[in-house]
């Protein structure tokens, strides 16, 4: 009997595979198509200080909105994009528009920007100077840009580590910043911090304390852990999915440089991102 439901449990795994295959390759061809249109779109997401509670930075999230329908969030193709090495482009017109609608805001306000870049786009041999030409066409300094990569980084460019590494090297050297994602997620964190040129730490949003989902002090003594390793190494610490006032006054005791979350604003269109910046300034700073 055994064995039988092995055998079924097989045929059953290959039809969804299959199925996903099919599926995969249908996103693939319908984002082609959208690449270099504006059926992509960038939101943007405030990142807080937690000392001034000013917006010092804004994060790039694509959108994929195909005429007609409902937005596509990230997590539904970039791993279809990624694949397929779509991402090179795409990532490219997200970075292009990002610097393009930030530079107003870096002018105005002096918010960053920070924008998320794969792993094939860091691997791509003029990945540097692409980088270089899209803030340079924008108008905006490199000092205003930051740029996020996984812990996985090194891992998936394989061969080209080495070249991943001196790109990094050298757009810090210009003056960009270089953010860690979603921290501790991934595997060998600390060989990736010490091996990493990186200025940013950003602390995976499973690590929010959540009185809801067991012990309370020890989810705290974690963050504090993080939080206490980014300084050791001089880096800056940011908490992701921050969604509550408690989860605020944590990460204030526990001496967490900045916070982004659903609590300081969820990410929205380029007009509605402008506007949210104009009150912020023109309002007193929340504390
Ligand atoms: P990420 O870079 O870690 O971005 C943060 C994600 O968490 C965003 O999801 C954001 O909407 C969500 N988030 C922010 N605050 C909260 C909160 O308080 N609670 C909860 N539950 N979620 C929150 P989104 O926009 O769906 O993006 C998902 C992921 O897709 C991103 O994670 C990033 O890894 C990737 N991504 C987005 N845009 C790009 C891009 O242009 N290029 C690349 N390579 N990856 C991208
Ligand atoms: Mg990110
Ligand atoms: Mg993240
Ligand atoms: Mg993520």
């Not at 959108?63 to 007609?68: F, H, L, N, S």
């Not at 979603?182 to 304390?209: E, N, Q, V």
């Not at 921050?242 to 929205?268: I, M, N, S, W």
Request: aromatic share 6%; net charge negative.
């Amino acid at each position: 009997a055994a064995k039988a439901a092995g055998k079924d449990r097989v045929v059953a795994y290959d039809v969804t595979l299959r199925e996903r295959q099919l599926q995969r390759i249908d996103v693939v061809d319908r984002l082609r198509t959208a690449i270099g249109t504006e059926a992509i779109v960038v939101h943007y997401q405030p990142i807080v200080s937690l000392s001034s509670g000013q917006f010092t930075a804004v994060e790039a999230l694509v959108r994929w909105v195909p005429p007609g329908q409902a937005p596509i969030g990230p997590d539904d193709f970039i791993p279809a994009a990624e694949d397929s090495g779509l991402i090179v482009p795409l990532g490219e017109q997200v970075l292009r528009q990002a610097c393009r609608d930030a530079a107003a805001w870096y002018h105005e306000y002096g918010t960053k920007l920070t924008v998320n870049v794969s792993p094939r786009q860091l691997a791509e041999p003029d990945f540097a100077s692409r980088v270089r030409r899209a803030l340079g066409d924008a108008g905006l300094p490199a000092s205003a840009l930051i740029l996020e990569i996984t812990e996985g980084v090194l891992v998936a460019a394989g061969a080209q580590a080495e070249q991943c590494i001196a790109h990094l090297g050298d757009l810090r050297r210009a003056g960009v910043q270089v953010a860690v994602d979603d921290f501790g997620t991934g595997y060998s964190s600390l060989a990736y911090l010490r091996d990493l040129p990186i200025d940013i730490l950003k602390i995976d949003r499973s690590f929010m304390p959540d009185a809801a989902t067991g012990d309370a002090v020890q989810q705290v003594a974690l963050v504090r852990t993080i939080v206490d390793l980014a300084h050791t190494l001089r880096l800056t610490a940011v908490a992701e999915g921050v969604e509550t006032d408690e989860q605020t006054a944590v990460l204030r005791t526990l001496g967490c440089d900045k916070g982004q979350g659903f609590h300081y604003g969820r990410p929205a269109s380029a007009d509605r991102t402008a506007a949210v910046l104009a009150g912020a300034l023109s309002a007193p700073a929340q504390h």
